[in-house]
């Protein structure tokens, strides 16, 4: 009798446990998209990440004296192809590197209008790594924070890939090009 009952107090603790646990991660799984975020873009205004509910995302940290910064031309023929077909481009200028980046936002936004003609929105300088890193970042770096996977920004133009419901769906390396067909059929999915 005594044994029938400890097992009925254990089943009975096992199933509290798996109760809390599933409210739990019921209430943690509606941050695990990126539409909880706001931020500011280059001219200091309110960028609100939930204004993109429904659209692909491509997140990418970006500098302008960079071996990869050309890459600025090819993410912005991507936007002009797909940025009317709830696909969106945003980048986030970034010092975190050999200082790359070392210009204010106001010299981020010349620079890029000036020499790639970049029309999709480009946000404030930020850090990406370390101990100052984002709230965006640790968001997209931290499988605890986007549900997915843990990962580390190895370098400028590294891309994150957001599916249209917010969720992270692929890291894509610094060096492969923002045209790779990986990308391309991501987008037209």
Not at 50 to 75: E, R
Request: aromatic share 10%.
């Amino acid at each position: 009798m005594i044994k029938r009952e400890k097992l009925k107090m254990k089943i009975l603790i096992l199933i509290l446990f798996m109760t809390t646990t599933l409210t739990s991660v019921a209430q943690n799984d509606k941050n695990l998209t990126i539409h909880q975020f706001k931020v500011q873009n280059l001219e200091g205004e309110e960028f609100d990440f939930s204004s993109l509910k429904g659209k692909k995302v491509m997140v990418v940290n970006t500098a302008s004296k960079c071996g990869l910064t050309p890459q600025f031309k090819k993410l912005q023929a991507l936007y002009e192809k797909y940025g009317n077909d709830n696909f969106v481009i945003v980048g986030f200028p970034a010092n975190n590197f050999l200082r790359q980046e070392p210009g204010s936002d106001e010299e981020i936004a010349a620079f890029c209008e000036q020499n790639y003609g970049v029309t999709f929105p480009m946000m404030s300088k930020i850090s990406v790594k370390g101990k100052n890193m984002h709230p965006v970042y640790e968001f997209l770096t931290q499988e605890i924070k986007n549900g997915v996977i843990n990962s580390s920004v190895s370098w400028n133009f590294q891309k994150y890939l957001i599916n249209s419901d917010g969720t992270l769906a692929k890291v894509i390396s610094p060096r492969t090009q923002p045209d790779d067909p990986g990308v391309i059929s991501w987008i037209e999915e």
